[in-house]
């Protein structure tokens, strides 16, 4: 069964670190940009970062950038999310996301109102505390 596997989180403290993983299982790997979300109250799931698997052009929240670096390994299926400098406002669940066809620019932060993202992972909670 084709599926997004999320890997990695856990328990850190503040200024510690984490990577995260998310393997495509049974896909081709040849989605146009796979990214990294997060649950914000009352918005939904936003876009922490985004990659194209093509150009390896990169988005990132404010909140995180020179803090958090994405990467892609085509031969591996997998998408890294190194999260360096953990704060606890960064505790939630991280979805890892791909689209056959959406650009980075029009995944991160979200869609269109009127186009869902083609998979998703189960997610894998990420907890910054002392």
């Known amino acids: 069964q084709a599926q997004l596997v999320e890997s990695g989180g856990g328990l850190v403290q503040p200024g510690g670190s984490l990577r995260l993983s998310c393997v495509a299982s049974?896909?081709?790997?040849?989605?146009?940009?796979v990214g990294w979300f997060r649950q914000v109250p009352g918005k939904g799931r936003e876009g922490v970062s985004c990659?194209?698997?093509?150009?390896?052009?990169?988005y990132y929240t404010d909140s995180v950038k020179g803090r958090f670096t994405i990467s892609r390994d085509n031969a591996k299926n997998t998408v890294y999310l190194q999260m360096n400098s953990l704060k606890p406002e960064d505790t939630d669940v991280y979805y890892c996301?791909?689209?056959?066809?959406?650009?980075?620019?029009?995944?991160?932060?979200?869609?269109?109102?009127?186009?869902?993202?083609?998979?998703w992972g189960r997610g894998t909670q990420v907890t910054v505390s002392s």
């Open positions: 049974g896909f081709t790997f040849d989605f146009s940009t």
């Open positions: 996301a791909a689209d056959r066809s959406l650009a980075v620019q029009a995944m991160c932060p979200r869609p269109p109102y009127f186009r869902s993202i083609d998979h």
């Open positions: 990659i194209s698997l093509s150009d390896n052009s990169t």
